[in-house]
């Protein structure tokens, strides 16, 4: 990011990343949205509203189910994300075999001036929908199911042969 961004963010600024090698030893952070027009991370809150007898209101949050659902989603030879939801389709992996890492990167943020990102890293389980498609590739649309906190960190893009990287903030 060359100039720093002021105003109106532009949605391409906010960057969604998933860890393509699936709690691997080392990252592989692939960002999202290729052949997506719109990609919500959908918060889903847990709230309950009451009223008891003496007319008085009450209101419960207890929290969020995050999610996300990413469609279409197209396979491309050689695309890490893609072998690994081939793979999960193939041997119809179930828990820990769908877990990985989610990072949202705030492109608007620092990065003007540093190169560094602020960024927050979540679990997350990615859950193929469906595979097929139609004329236009074959698709495997998925969903991303966020677990646990998020976790403050900074995110250095790839830059010529140097990977990506998200670091804690300590």
Known sequence: MPNEITGKIARKYMAHFL??????NTPSWY???????????EMNPDTEKKKNILGNNSFVHNGYEISASAEPFYAEVGDALFERLQQIVDTQATDDGCKTYALEVHLW???ATTG???AYRQECYVI???YGGDTSG?????DVNYVGDKVKGKFTPAEGSTPASWVADA
């Open 138 to 142: 074959y698709q495997i649309p998925f």
């Open 31 to 41: 960002r999202v949205g290729k052949d997506l027009e719109e990609f919500n991370v």
């Open 109 to 111: 943020e620092e990065g």
């Open 116 to 118: 560094t990102y602020v």
């Open 128 to 130: 193929p929908t469906s």
């Open 19 to 24: 860890d393509a090698s699936f709690m691997g």
